[in-house]
């Protein structure tokens, strides 16, 4: 989706703590904090079935279950929760940690990486994890172009990768790149993935359960209905405690919220300010108010085009005069929105990483700042050339009226609520706008056929991956092909800083630089980000005893950097003993999960890159 977002996004940990410096090995981990919810009477299960299921609603549509292909916050969170990555996230302040690997260290000149892979890491049909299929992970991504479409701008960078031992790997590198600690790349077990053909067109959906070594394991896959996770008896850190996680689909966020209070899931994010304060007051639910992860944005198409250098799509032209944008800009008023469309549950917008990610988060100086100035907007556009015609309506030198279009999910009420407001303040300028609300935005987004669109990523602790979404690079090769673009942007100078900050290791420079990519980005005008939402999200108290926010303090749980939520959540006495009953009276095998999770995030989303709702993005 084009919201990416994440929960179309929201900021993402509150001040993480930068990369470990070159060189320091991350031994040590952390407990991991819980919040505990009252315990209720649990809600009938299913009664086919015993044991305990946490079923969580969610409303972005799965792009990929390949690893390789998925970019949609939901499928990247399942994927967290399958696959093991080399590190982790700490729960309470998102510092790195390790995962399947152990420890990390770095040659002096900070080109060559070794990492200790553990020793008790298995995949679940029985084989142990080793540092080969770490390396064999990271070369077909560099060998193949197909298989580095979601996360190819970790290895671009690579030299070369070995595994030397089953214990150890090596990553030579091209240039220093400051991601090392923070590859979120799934490693895939080797046995099973170097059998698959041609990764552009294989999804990982045909054959369950799907091997991995994550908390869960992916039993059952229907398409817009029901993934099923069960827990990986033999995961290295514990099992998890509910005996399924199931993530149910809706398309209706009503009808997830009308789920949630009927006891049929567990646990709903992306809730409306309305939807938040109804269930505030409801008998055994409890609602997370934290500041989020992802941010909510307006984007502009630049001009579709592919590294071959052809153009594409059918964007307006009129948008890529910069005194449109500008003018385009000038006439967004944040406040309004954060104050109406999220009720204050949403902080303004101004910089490309929110300020939940204290060090790299950046606002524009006073002399830089676009505030809400329609009439500054109008003067832009009459020096421009686009003066308003005999009908009010702004027309370009070439009589072309400025009508445009904007993508809008069709089930982010927040996309809806903004476009009204933007059709009546460019109205006034005399702009057309076309509000499109579709069930699939990634369709025309990835052919271009688009003005603007409702944008939103979710927004992991290290901002490289965010970053590069904008760099020319990740360009489709051809109008034909899908490349891991956000909306095309593709400028020099953040190029150029791109690449300074992925090869520095001070994290002080580093994040100077940060903020001088989103300087750039704000003042180009392609991207225009209007809040950074709340994350809004309720669960049944009387189905879940205690769960892991992130961070520790005021943190999210829906779409987390880790599986800490799901993997941590305890059933309610009450719930474990129905299941039971259900157990004995129907000669069930205890561990067949009766209840079902499921993730209702309203804007989750990219298109094949997290674009169906709000929150598409990771």
Not at 80 to 102: C, Q, S, W
Not at 417 to 446: F, H, M, R, S
Not at 450 to 462: E, K
Request: hydrophobic letters at 40%.
């Amino acid at each position: 989706m084009v919201t990416k977002v994440p929960p179309r996004p929201a900021a993402s940990r509150r001040l993480p703590r930068l990369l470990l410096a070159a060189g320091v090995a991350a031994t040590t981990l952390m407990a991991v904090p819980q919040v505990t919810a009252q315990a209720a009477p649990a809600a009938d299960g299913d009664a086919k079935s015993g044991g305990t299921t946490l079923t969580v609603a969610v409303s972005q549509s799965v792009d990929s279950l390949s690893p390789f292909l998925a970019q949609k916050l939901v499928s990247t969170s399942i994927h967290r929760l399958a696959y093991e990555y080399l590190t982790n996230y700490d729960a309470e302040d998102a510092r790195v940690i390790p995962g399947l690997a152990t420890a990390w260290t770095s040659s002096p000149d900070k080109l060559t990486w070794t990492y200790t892979i553990r020793e008790d890491s298995t995949w679940s049909d029985g084989k142990k994890a080793t540092a080969e299929d770490a390396a064999w992970t990271f070369g077909k991504m560099m060998s193949d172009p197909n298989a580095a479409t979601a996360n190819g701008s970790f290895t671009s960078n690579f030299k070369k990768v070995t595994a030397p031992d089953p214990r150890t790997l090596v990553i030579e590198l091209k240039k220093p790149q400051a991601t090392m600690t923070a590859l979120d790349v799934p490693i895939v077990p080797k046995h099973v993935w170097e059998k698959v053909g041609d990764f552009s067109k294989f999804n990982n959906d045909q054959q369950f359960p799907i091997v991995g070594n994550g908390p869960f394991v992916i039993t059952d896959f229907k398409v817009d209905q029901y993934i099923k996770m069960k827990p990986n008896k033999g995961f290295w850190r514990g099992a998890p405690k509910f005996d399924e996680l199931v993530f149910k689909y809706y398309k209706d966020g009503d009808a997830a919220v009308a789920a949630l209070q009927k006891g049929e899931v567990s646990f709903v994010s992306n809730l409306t300010p309305a939807q938040a304060a109804a269930l505030k007051s409801a008998e055994n639910i409890k609602v997370n108010d934290a500041p989020g992860r992802r941010f909510f944005a307006l984007a502009t198409n630049p001009g579709a085009r592919s590294k071959d250098g052809k153009t594409f799509g059918n964007g307006h032209p009129a948008l890529l005069d910069p005194a449109v944008r500008k003018a385009l800009f000038l006439a967004v008023d944040r406040t309004t929105i954060v104050d109406k469309v999220f009720q204050g549950h949403a902080v303004e917008g101004e910089g490309y990483i929110p300020p939940r990610f204290g060090a790299y988060f950046w606002k524009p100086g006073a002399a830089q700042k676009r505030a809400y100035d329609p009439a500054r907007a109008a003067q832009l556009l009459d020096q421009a050339g686009y003066r308003k015609n005999g009908e009010g309506k702004r027309v370009g030198k070439d009589g072309r009226p400025l009508d445009f279009r904007i993508l809008c999910h069709a089930t982010d009420p927040n996309d809806k609520a903004v476009g009204k407001y933007l059709q009546e303040w460019w109205g006034e300028l005399g702009i057309g706008l076309k509000v499109e609300c579709l069930d699939n935005v990634g369709d025309p987004w990835t052919k271009g056929d688009y003005d603007l669109a409702f944008d939103g990523w979710s927004v992991n602790p290290d901002p490289d991956y965010v970053l590069s979404i904008h760099t020319c690079g990740t360009l489709p090769a051809t109008p034909k092909d899908t490349g891991a673009t956000d909306n095309f942007i593709c400028d020099k100078q953040f190029d150029t800083l791109y690449a300074q900050q992925s090869a520095e290791y001070d994290a002080a420079k580093r994040a100077d630089l940060v903020k001088q990519m989103q300087s750039r980005l704000y003042d180009t005008g392609y991207m225009n980000i209007m809040a950074y939402p709340n994350a809004l999200e309720a669960y049944r108290s009387d189905q879940i005893k205690s769960i892991t926010t992130m961070p520790a303090a005021a943190g999210n749980l829906w779409g987390q950097d880790g599986y800490w939520s799901w993997w941590s959540a305890a059933p309610t006495p009450a719930s474990t003993a129905a299941g039971s009953e259900r157990e004995s009276s129907n000669g069930v095998i205890l561990g067949i999960g009766a209840a079902v999770v499921v993730v209702v995030g309203l804007g989750v989303l990219l298109g094949m890159r997290r674009r169906s709702t709000a929150d598409d993005r990771e």
